[in-house]
């Protein structure tokens, strides 16, 4: 078995601590326990799979593609099982083991300003897509409107679910950056099950309807930056799949996080704080033949200076309700 095989066929664990008081069953499927850490693997796999055999990317090719988040270390590690160069193009505020992690897979780091419009040549999406242009042999992966993304969790994800609980799944919990996983797993579910599809989304996202202002929980939901003019949601997420939005504040999200590492023993990030919150809402409703499905994408190691830090926490205005302040930048 090759590092790419370990890709997928991640567990369901049982919550049985935060869950205290509910009877319908909560179900968490491990994500972070893909071999490149996070539910990003999966689709990093099938967009370079699709390139490969449609030949926009050949042997000896270039893999770019611009995030700091942990698709660029899904690309990095597939790049080099399978031989290709990677450059992957990040914002200037992205922490330090992120790039160096992006590094250690042997990953080519392009720093660029953060918090710039979209519109700005210096913008992460615009200098990967110069990139991949430039570069002889060069292929943008391109997650946000890549259909391989919602393709590899219609794949694999959607039916893992099902044939795991043997078709007892009743809801379906995720949230939403690029919207790949919700919308590709959802879709199986729904069509195979009926099973009600639910996002979680932070409260200020605009996913489900908020002002669009700033938030802490990194890699899901949408910001509008306050000189874009016009939004444009990622072409990977479907909102036609999706039954209801639950919305999650940070304080809430970071709160669940700690929680769940201390009480279940999972160590997750705050995006699975962010998506536990939003499954205990919908599993509150549900009698006992009630079965959610709560995805958890990555693991809480890469956020122990953050959200598991007491000092962090402070001074981001926590556990009071949080300020608005400087974001880290990093996307899906
Ligand atoms: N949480 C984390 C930590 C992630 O890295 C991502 C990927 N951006 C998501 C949630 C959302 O997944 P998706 O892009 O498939 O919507």
Redesign the pocket.
Known sequence: MSVIDAIGDTPLIRLTRVTEGIAAEVLLKAEFLNPGG???DR?ALAMVSAAEESGELRPGGVIVEG?S???GIGLAMIAAQRGYRAIVVVPDKSSTEKIKTLRAYGAEVVITAGGVTREDPRHVSRVAARLAEETPGGWLAG?YDNPA??GA?LATTGPEIWRQTGGRVTHFV???????????AGAYLRETGAVTVVGADPESSVYGGGDGSPYYV???GHYVHPDTVEDVW?Q??HPKVVDRIERVGDRESIAMTRRLAREEGILA????GT?VVAALRVARELGPSGVVVV?A??SGR?YLSKYFDDDWLRRAGFPAPPVPGPLTG???
Do not use: F, M, R, W
Not at 174 to 184: D, F, K, M
Not at 269 to 272: F, M, N, P, Y
């Open positions: 996070s539910v990003k689709a995030t988040g942990n698709t997650q993304n919602p969790h995720a949230g939403v950056g690029t919207g790949g996983t919700i919308s590709g990194e890699s899901i990622p990977s997420y990030g705050a995006s699975t998506a995805l994408p990555d890469a990093d996307g899906p």
